[in-house]
Nanobody, 124 residues
């Protein structure tokens, strides 16, 4: 199983930017489908973005389209989530997830490995 560690979270003012990183160990991520999810207090975990193993296919939640960008760097075995124009409603714990099947999925249950999460807070 692959181990995932997120970093890059923090506190920013609304309109600001953050870049989250998800570093993997134990396996190379090149064939894994990857996803970012988030969970706000009292809410269910929700899909944010996903990228296929090849990087060819990408999907975003409607709420972040045009503001967030997912990418992967195979050489660094790392996946990123660039978040621009952050809004207070983006405040949540953000989780990175990996699935051995390299295709895209928006469902948390389709992912095999999860990171511990990183807090993102956008203040108004």
């Amino acid at each position: 199983q692959v181990q995932l560690v997120e970093s890059g979270g923090g506190l920013v003012q609304a309109g600001g930017s953050l870049r989250l990183s998800c570093a993997a160990s134990g396996r190379t991520l090149s064939s894994y489908g990857m996803g970012w999810f988030r969970q706000a207090p009292g809410k269910e975990r929700e899909f944010v973005a996903a990228i296929s193993g090849s990087g060819r296919y990408i999907d975003y939640a409607d709420s972040v389209k045009g503001r967030f960008t997912i990418s992967r760097d195979s050489a660094k075995n790392t996946v990123y989530l660039q978040m621009n124009s952050l809004k207070p409603e983006d405040t949540a714990v953000y989780y990175c997830a990996a699935r051995q099947i390299g295709g895209i999925s928006t469902r948390p249950g389709d992912f095999d490995s999860w990171g511990q999460g990183t807090q993102v807070t956008a203040s108004s």
